[in-house]
Every structure is written in C-alpha cells, then in structure tokens.
C-alpha cells in the first residue's frame, strides 16, 4: 500500500536528515506526483532546512535522497532542492522523472543552480 510505504520513509527520511544536521528539521508533507507535461515524481516539503546544509553535507545527503528514491521505485533525472526565492531557505526537495519538454530548463549550462530557486543534487544528462 503506497500510503503505508510514504508514512514510513517520511518518517524514516527526516529522522536521517536530523541526526546528520543535528537540527529539528521537518519533512511536513511527502507527495508523489504526475504533471500535465509528462514529468512525475515525489516532493519533500521542509521546514528549517537551508542551502547551506545541503553544501555542507552534500556527501552524506546524497546517498539518503539516492535511498529515498529506490525505497519508492521513482527513477528521477533529476533531484533538486528548491528555494524559497531570494533567500536560502529550502522549501522542498524533489525526485523527478523529466519529460522531454522539462528536460531543457535543468540541463541549462553546468551550474548547481541552473535557476536562482533551484539547486541540484542530481541531474542525470542526456548523452
Ligand atoms: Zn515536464
């Protein structure tokens, strides 16, 4: 039952985000997805996570959101954090299958931060 396995890896996800930031941060809600365009996937909406976490422990980060993903059979192209903009707060943290219309605006040049709201922690590039 796919709302038993979100209850146990929301739950399972934010306590590994706390101990490794050592902060009370939340996952308040955990979404799966599908848009009109074709892209799917699952959003992480947090409280109390900031840009600078992500920086910092990007290394132990990366193989909990890798985790998340296989845990809910999502294959994503891409996993970003987007932000509150104009500021460093991190509003959500998405797994995303792109369409092929989608696809172009995160493939844009090399940066992390191929727009100023969002910052990859994944991107999967079309050969
Ligand atoms: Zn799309």
């Known amino acids: 039952m796919i709302t038993e396995e979100l209850l146990i890896n929301r739950a399972g996800f934010e306590e590994n985000i706390r101990k490794l930031i050592g902060r009370p941060v939340l996952l308040i809600e955990l979404d799966v997805f599908a848009l009109p365009c074709g892209c799917a996937g699952i959003t992480a909406n947090m409280r109390g996570l900031e840009?600078?976490?992500?920086?910092?422990?990007?290394?132990?980060?990366?193989?909990?959101?890798?985790?998340?993903?296989?845990?809910?059979?999502?294959?994503?192209?891409?996993?970003?954090?987007?932000?509150?903009?104009?500021?460093?707060?991190?509003?959500?943290?998405?797994?995303?299958?792109?369409?092929?219309?989608?696809?172009?605006?995160?493939?844009?040049?090399?940066?992390?931060?191929?727009?100023?709201?969002?910052?990859?922690?994944?991107f999967e590039r079309r050969k």
């Open 51 to 122: 840009v600078d976490d992500l920086e910092v422990f990007e290394p132990q980060i990366l193989p909990l959101v890798k985790e998340m993903a296989i845990k809910l059979g999502v294959k994503p192209t891409v996993t970003f954090a987007r932000l509150v903009p104009g500021s460093s707060i991190v509003a959500s943290l998405n797994w995303r299958a792109l369409c092929p219309r989608c696809y172009p605006e995160f493939a844009r040049g090399e940066s992390k931060m191929p727009r100023p709201d969002l910052y990859l922690l994944q």
